[in-house]
C-alpha cells in the first residue's frame, strides 16, 4: 500500500487516493467524456499502477501524473487525455514563472495574486529582489500590529497571521508597505483643514507634501477659501479655490518625481460656494488639476432645490453675503454632463454624511472624505481600513455566519491596534488618530458570495442579504468595539458623544467601511468591494506583456458541473466563447440558471448599482466606495436619475463611469477594441474604472505594472518608457 508521495518541492506527505478521483473526475467533466464512476474506475488502475511499480518506494506526483495520461489515453478517452496533458503544461509554464520571479508561494496563491504581492507588497533588497515570502509578509505585518497588546501578544499574532493566510481578511495596503519598516506608517489616506489665509493655505500645502512623501494620499473641503476676485487685506483681489488647488496639484507632481508612492487628492466644493462653476469644470482643460478627484459638496437643502427647480443662492465664506443666485437645476446640470462625459465631478451629500456621525454636536460637521470617499474624516483623521473576503464564508451554498462572526472581531481588534501600532508624519495627525480611534472593517468577495449562493446581482434577494451580512458586520464589530472599550478604554471624544448619551461603550468612533480594495482583492483572489465581477474571463494586462487570461473559478465550477453530461456543449467551447465578451449571456447552450446568476459590471442596470450601494451603506458607519457602472449608450438623463436616487436612499456620496469614456484601458475582453464590442474599462487594481479613484489606483505604485520601471507622469497620465504601457487617469 501506498501511504506517502512527495511533493515537487521535496516534501513528503500522506497520499490521498481521492485526490486522484477528483483530478481525473474534474478533467472528464469538462470534455463530458465521463462522470463520477468512470473516474474512480480509472483512478484505481492508477493507484494499481503505482503500487505495482513502486514497492517501497515513494512515489512523486509528477510520476502520479504520467500515469494519468497513460490510463486516460488507454481507456480511450483521448479528449480527455488531451486536455489534462495542456492543462500539465500551462501549470509547469506557471512554475517556471514563479521561478524567474524569485518568489516562493507558501500559502497557495494564484500567479496573478502572487506577482501582485510580490511586486506590491513584499520586502525587496536594494538591488530590488524580493526577500520575503507572502506568509513571512503576513506574519511581518501581524507581529508589528499584535506588538501593542499588554497580554498574550503570540496568541493574537498567531491569529491575525492565520486569517490573513486564510485569505479570509486583509489589511489596506498600506499595513504591507509600513508594517515593520523604518516608515511604520499603516494608514493611506487623511484629511487636512484648509483655512482662509496665506498662511493657513500654504501650511496646508507643506502638511501634504509631508503626508505624500510618505506614501500617503489627501482630501480637502476648499469651501473655507473667499471666492476668486474678492477683497483680500492690503487692496488686492483674492485667487480663490480653484487656483490654490493647483498649489496643491503643483505639489503632488513634484513629490511624485522624489517618491516611491504617488500622492492623490479629493477636493471638495460646497454646491454653495461663488466659485463653484468654475470648479465644476476646472478638470475639462488638458492637464489641469490633474492629480486630484473632485466632488460637489451637495446639502439636503441643494438637492432640494434641484427636485423642486428652485433658486439657489451662492454665498461668500468671508462674510455670508449673497454673492448671486442661479437656478439650483441649471448648476447640477452642469456637474451631471461633465460626469457623462468624463465621470467627474462625483457628489459628496453633506447632510447623508453626518447623519450617523455621533461626534456631530460635540465636534461638529464633517466636511471632507479620503481620495476614495469611502470614509468622512474631521481634520488630520487617518483611514484605518481592512476587508473581510465575503468569498471564503460560504458553506455547501449557506453563509458561514459563525466563522464570519469570529473573523470580524478579529478584524476589529487588528485595526484597533492599528491605530496605537502606526506612525504618522504629522503630530496633528496622531493626536485625531488615538482621539477618535476610527476604523473601517468593510468587505469584498461580495459577487462571488452571491455566485456560491446562486443569488443574480440585480435582484431583491441579493440586496436583501447585502443588508443582512453587512449588519451582521456592523452588529458584531460594534459589539467588538464595547468589548475592548471595557478591556482597553473608551476613546478619548468619547465624552459628549452620541455614544456617552446612550450609555454605550466604545473603543472606536466609527467602525465599519466599504473601501475599493483594488490590489487587495487581487492578492485575495476575490472581486474587489462589493461591486460585480468585472467580466467572468478576460485578459489582464497588468499581469504579462501579452496579458494573462484569467476566468472567474466559480463560473468555470458551475459550468463544468452543469455541462458534465456533455450534451449541451463542451465547457471549452464556451469558454472560448466567454473570453471574447467576458459575458455568458450571449452564448448558446447554457442552462438558464447560469445566465441569471453569473452576470458581470454592464449586464446591470444602473439603478441596481444604487440600490446595492444604499443596502450596504445603511449598515455602514462610515461610508460606501462604489462606482455606478453605465454603458455607452446612456443619457445624461439616466445619470442625473441615479445621482438623485443616490441621495434619496441615503448614499453618501456618487461615483459613476459611463463605458468608452476614457480611451485608455488594463482590463479588456479580447474583443474590446472592435468597434461594436463594448468597452469594459476598470481601475488599476481590477474594478470598474471611477475617474474620481483612477488618480489614486495609478499613482499607488511609482513602477509600470507591466515591467517594473519607473514610469513617468505627465498630464493626469503615466507612461512607462521601457515597455510602452501607458494609463490616463483623468
Known amino acids: 500500500m501506498i501511504k506517502q508521495i512527495k511533493k515537487r518541492d521535496g516534501r513528503v506527505v500522506a497520499f490521498e487516493p481521492e485526490k486522484i478521483v477528483r ?20 483512478a484505481g488502475i492508477v493507484v494499481a499502477i503505482l503500487e505495482k511499480g513502486n514497492g517501497k518506494h515513494i512515489p512523486n506526483v509528477e510520476q502520479v501524473q504520467d500515469i494519468v495520461e497513460q490510463v486516460l489515453m488507454a481507456a480511450g478517452h483521448y479528449t480527455t487525455a488531451k486536455a489534462f496533458i495542456l492543462y500539465r503544461e500551462r501549470r509547469a509554464k506557471e512554475r517556471v514563472a514563479r521561478q524567474v520571479m524569485g518568489v516562493s508561494d507558501d500559502v497557495g496563491m494564484s500567479m496573478n495574486a502572487l506577482k501582485v504581492i510580490a511586486r506590491r507588497y513584499l520586502l525587496k533588497d536594494e538591488e530590488g529582489r524580493v526577500i520575503e515570502t507572502p506568509k513571512s509578509a503576513f506574519k511581518r505585518v501581524a507581529l508589528a500590529v499584535a506588538a501593542v497588546e499588554k497580554r498574550h501578544k503570540k496568541e493574537w499574532r498567531e491569529k491575525f497571521e492565520g486569517m490573513m493566510v486564510a485569505k479570509e481578511f486583509m489589511p489596506a495596503g498600506c499595513y504591507f508597505r509600513g508594517a515593520g519598516t523604518k516608515s511604520g506608517m499603516l494608514s493611506n489616506c487623511f484629511v487636512l483643514p484648509v483655512e482662509d489665509s496665506i498662511e493657513d493655505i500654504f501650511e496646508a ?52 518625481q522624489g517618491g516611491t508612492h504617488r500622492g492623490a487628492n479629493m477636493g471638495i466644493l460646497n454646491a454653495n460656494h461663488p466659485d463653484i462653476t468654475e470648479f465644476i469644470t476646472c478638470k475639462t482643460q488638458e492637464g489641469e488639476i490633474s492629480n486630484f478627484n473632485i466632488s460637489v459638496g451637495a446639502s439636503d437643502k441643494f438637492m432640494e432645490a434641484v427636485t423642486r427647480d428652485k433658486q439657489w443662492n451662492l454665498v461668500n465664506p468671508r462674510d455670508g453675503r449673497i454673492v448671486m443666485t442661479v437656478a439650483a437645476k441649471k448648476l447640477f446640470d452642469q456637474v451631471v454632463q461633465l460626469a457623462w462625459k468624463t465621470g467627474d465631478p462625483g457628489m459628496i451629500f453633506l447632510d447623508n454624511l453626518n447623519k450617523d456621525n455621533p461626534l456631530l454636536k460635540s465636534q461638529g460637521s464633517i466636511e471632507s472624505t479620503n481620495v476614495c470617499g469611502e470614509v468622512p474624516l474631521y481634520p488630520f483623521e487617518p483611514c484605518n481600513l481592512g476587508s473581510i473576503n465575503l468569498a471564503r464564508f460560504v458553506r455547501d451554498e449557506v453563509v458561514d455566519w459563525k466563522r464570519l462572526e469570529a473573523v470580524t472581531r478579529l478584524a476589529v481588534r487588528f485595526l484597533d491596534d492599528g491605530v496605537d501600532a502606526s506612525k504618522f508624519p504629522l503630530k496633528q495627525i496622531t493626536q485625531a488618530a488615538r482621539d477618535n480611534r476610527r476604523i473601517g472593517v468593510g468587505v469584498m468577495g461580495w459577487a462571488e458570495m452571491l455566485y456560491q449562493l446562486k443569488l443574480r446581482y440585480d435582484s431583491d434577494e441579493a440586496v436583501k442579504l447585502a443588508r443582512k451580512v453587512m449588519g451582521f458586520i456592523q452588529r458584531v464589530s460594534h459589539e467588538e468595539s464595547g468589548k475592548l472599550a471595557r478591556e482597553k478604554g473608551v476613546f478619548p471624544n468619547w465624552k459628549g458623544s452620541e455614544f456617552e448619551k446612550q450609555s454605550k461603550k466604545m473603543r472606536n468612533v466609527a467602525v465599519t467601511t466599504i473601501a475599493p480594495t483594488g490590489t487587495i482583492s487581487m492578492v485575495a483572489d476575490c472581486s474587489s468591494g462589493i ?39 463542451k465547457v471549452g467551447e464556451v469558454l472560448r466563447e466567454v473570453v471574447e465578451t467576458g459575458s455568458v449571456q450571449g452564448v448558446a447552450g447554457v442552462p438558464r440558471w447560469i445566465k441569471e446568476v453569473f452576470r458581470v459590471a454592464y449586464n446591470i442596470a444602473p439603478e441596481w448599482h444604487v440600490q446595492m450601494q444604499a443596502a450596504f451603506q445603511e449598515f455602514t458607519d462610515n461610508a460606501v466606495s462604489k462606482t455606478i457602472n453605465f454603458p455607452v449608450n446612456a443619457s445624461v438623463e439616466d445619470i442625473e436619475r441615479a445621482y438623485i436616487l443616490a441621495w434619496k436612499l441615503g448614499c453618501k456620496g456618487i461615483t459613476v463611469y459611463r463605458d468608452q469614456s476614457k480611451a485608455v484601458q488594463i482590463l479588456s475582453t479580447k474583443k474590446s477594441e472592435t468597434k461594436d464590442k463594448t468597452v469594459i474599462q476598470s481601475k488599476l487594481q481590477l474594478e470598474p474604472l471611477s475617474a474620481r479613484a483612477a488618480t489614486a489606483n495609478v499613482q499607488e505604485t511609482g513602477e ?24 490616463c487617469a483623468v
Open 704 to 727: 509600470c505594472p507591466e515591467c517594473g520601471a519607473k514610469l513617468t507622469f505627465s498630464e493626469g497620465c503615466v507612461t512607462c518608457n521601457s515597455c510602452g504601457y501607458s494609463h
Open 23 to 42: 483530478v481525473i473526475l474534474l478533467a472528464g467533466k469538462a470534455t463530458g467524456e465521463f462522470g463520477k464512476k468512470e473516474a474512480k474506475r480509472l
Open 205 to 256: 500645502v507643506k502638511w501634504t507634501a509631508q503626508i505624500h512623501a510618505a506614501g500617503g494620499g489627501t482630501g480637502y473641503n476648499f469651501s473655507r477659501l473667499r471666492p476668486k476676485g474678492d477683497k483680500i487685506g492690503g487692496g488686492g483681489l483674492a485667487s480663490g479655490p480653484v487656483n490654490f488647488m493647483r498649489a496643491f496639484d503643483a505639489e503632488t507632481s513634484i513629490v511624485m
Open 531 to 569: 461591486e460585480p465581477v468585472f467580466a467572468l474571463s478576460y485578459v489582464k494586462n497588468v499581469v504579462d506583456e501579452a496579458g494573462l487570461t484569467y476566468t472567474n473559478p466559480y463560473f468555470e465550477r458551475a459550468l463544468t458541473e452543469s455541462l458534465s453530461n456533455g450534451k449541451r456543449g
